[in-house]
């Protein structure tokens, strides 16, 4: 039995959104396996116009996502693709795009999201089918010309901006695995509401060097950098940014402005006082400096985990007040988790496969003083537990769920909160028997995870007290 509903059991919903209308387009390829050309859908347009019309003529939320993609369509796209002012989506990725023609989308007037992601655009084409009042966003990932070579020597080429393009209400734009130079050259004209920009896969090692990072423009909020050969970045100038992903990169320290050890690889974060989210994941972080978030005063969200860091400073987060989520999760060598101490505002920690023998005792050692602890949700995956931290987690209160799965636990000992748990997994552990835990009093358990243990069968007497609408998962 892999899902079973305690007392009523009740059927598990899979629940469709009708918000909008999904229509996807499928055609048969040619003998040759390529399409020339195409110049109007006839099938998609006639089944765009058929959802139009049962749309009310007042209605402004009919939206169509047209589906086009692995459709052998390409080398070029020319003359109007289709006609209709339902279509709000239009999707047409894995063809073999090499061309597209001005104004091709001018007919679908109400077009917002556009994907021409994984053909064979060039850089200097990838804009050619020109201004569109309407379109939000817009995904240019991977495309790689028939004659793309890796190993070639030739500069990046830039995205060609000429004075008519305008993309006035443009909010996202993805460049991920595209080789662009970051000149940003006329970007603000062209783009002038840009919110979110992701250049992740791009190696961006050679750039670095140069200010491309203070070139971004003022009305980009979100910054996706994942995986760019970055080893060197000083992000001082941008206080616009609220959301920066540097995931995947080589910063061995992490540093507020000077650093006197001069480090080959090293983040600079500086005062960006606008900074709500930061993503160094998988970052070969092995140090972060004492004074690093002294000017962020409105962090909410950092993920550091996935790094080899061995000590966090106890003021570290001193003068961050409103820290909600912190990973710190596959930190080998982090030992000491003191800094918590002034953190009793998290509302999510993440402390998986942290390879300390002694986690319990660590976070038991936690002093809070009088602070009132409000975190909601707990990850403790993979560290080897064969006792938990009762004198931490009797503190917490508030806590609403938590994931103690892929560990040694037998037993759980006295929980004071127990019943006021929403979600507990604690799959692949070794319980033979789940008389001995709290289950009991788990008044408020929406989901149970309790798969994987030695225990064959449990007590549905022990079940009594869940919720009629709990989920127990025994996979």
Same mark, same amino acid.
């Given at each position: 039995m892999s899902n079973l509903k305690v007392n009523s059991l009740l059927a598990l919903l899979l629940i469709i959104p009708l918000g909008s209308i999904q229509v996807q387009a499928r055609t048969a390829f040619t003998s040759t396996n390529k399409v020339a050309s195409i110049e109007r859908s006839d099938d998609a347009t006639s089944c765009a116009k058929k959802v139009g019309e049962s749309c009310?003529?007042?209605?402004s939320s009919c939206g169509v996502s047209l589906d086009l993609s692995d459709m052998n369509l390409g080398p070029v796209l020319d003359k109007r693709l289709l006609n209709s002012p339902f279509v709000e989506k239009l999707f047409l990725r894995r063809n073999h795009i090499e061309k597209v023609g001005p104004g091709i989308f001018?007919?679908?007037?109400?077009?917002?999201?556009?994907?021409?992601?994984?053909?064979?655009?060039?850089?200097?084409?990838? +804009?050619?089918? $020109? =201004?569109?009042?309407? /379109?939000?966003? @817009?995904? !240019?990932?991977?495309?790689?010309? %028939?004659?793309?070579?890796?190993?070639?020597?030739?500069?990046?080429?830039?995205?060609?901006?000429?004075?008519?393009?305008?993309?006035?209400?443009?909010?996202?734009?993805?460049?991920r695995g595209i080789s662009v130079d970051l000149s940003f050259k006329n970007w603000s004209r062209s783009f002038p509401r840009l919110e979110k920009l992701d250049l992740s896969d791009v190696s961006l090692e050679h750039a670095q060097r140069t200010d491309f990072i203070g070139k971004v423009q003022q009305s980009v909020k979100t910054l996706i950098l994942q995986n760019a050969s970055l080893y060197q970045l000083n992000v001082t100038r941008l206080n616009h940014i609220v959301d920066l992903d540097l995931s995947d990169n080589y910063f061995t320290d992490v540093f507020y402005f000077s650093d006197e050890r001069k480090p080959e690889s090293f +983040?600079?974060? $500086? =005062?960006?006082?606008? /900074?709500?989210? @930061?993503? !160094?994941?998988?970052?070969?972080? %092995?140090?972060?400096?004492?004074?690093?978030?002294?000017?962020?005063?409105?962090?909410?969200?950092?993920?550091?985990?996935?790094?080899?860091?061995?000590?966090?400073?106890?003021?570290?987060?001193?003068?961050?007040?409103?820290?909600?989520?912190?990973?710190?999760?596959?930190?080998?060598?982090?030992?000491?988790?003191?800094?918590?101490?002034?953190?009793?505002?998290?509302?999510?920690?993440?402390?998986?496969?942290?390879?300390?023998?002694?986690?319990?005792?660590?976070?038991?050692?936690?002093?809070?003083?009088?602070?009132?602890?409000?975190?909601?949700?707990?990850?403790?995956?993979?560290?080897?537990?064969?006792?938990?931290?009762?004198?931490?987690?009797?503190?917490?209160?508030?806590?609403?769920?938590?994931?103690?799965?892929?560990?040694?636990?037998t037993q759980f000992e006295h929980w004071m909160s127990f019943s006021g748990l929403k979600r507990l997994n604690i799959r692949n552990n070794l319980f033979a028997t789940f008389n001995n835990t709290p289950l009991l009093y788990g008044r408020s358990l929406q989901e149970l995870h309790l798969g994987n243990n030695p225990a064959k069968e449990i007590d549905l007497s022990i079940l009594s007290s869940l919720p009629s609408a709990s989920t127990l998962s025994w996979e």
């Open positions: 009310s003529s007042s209605s001018d007919d679908l007037t109400n077009l917002k999201v556009l994907d021409l992601s994984h053909n064979r655009l060039r850089v200097e084409d990838m +804009l050619s089918f $020109g =201004s569109h009042s309407r /379109l939000e966003t @817009l995904i !240019l990932d991977y495309n790689e010309p %028939s004659n793309y070579s890796a190993t070639s020597s030739i500069a990046a080429p830039s995205l060609d901006l000429p004075e008519h393009l305008v993309l006035p209400n443009l909010k996202n734009l993805s460049l +983040l600079r974060l $500086g =005062s960006l006082k606008g /900074l709500k989210k @930061l993503n !160094l994941s998988n970052c070969r972080i %092995s140090r972060v400096d004492k004074d690093t978030f002294r000017e962020v005063n409105n962090f909410e969200d950092l993920d550091l985990s996935n790094n080899d860091i061995r000590h966090l400073d106890d003021h570290l987060f001193s003068q961050v007040f409103a820290m909600r989520n912190l990973n710190l999760s596959n930190n080998p060598s982090l030992l000491q988790l003191s800094f918590l101490n002034k953190m009793s505002s998290l509302y999510v920690l993440a402390l998986d496969s942290m390879s300390n023998q002694n986690l319990a005792k660590t976070l038991d050692a936690l002093d809070f003083v009088s602070a009132e602890m409000q975190l909601r949700v707990f990850f403790l995956r993979n560290n080897s537990l064969t006792t938990l931290p009762m004198t931490y987690l009797n503190r917490l209160s508030y806590l609403s769920q938590i994931d103690l799965s892929d560990n040694k636990l």
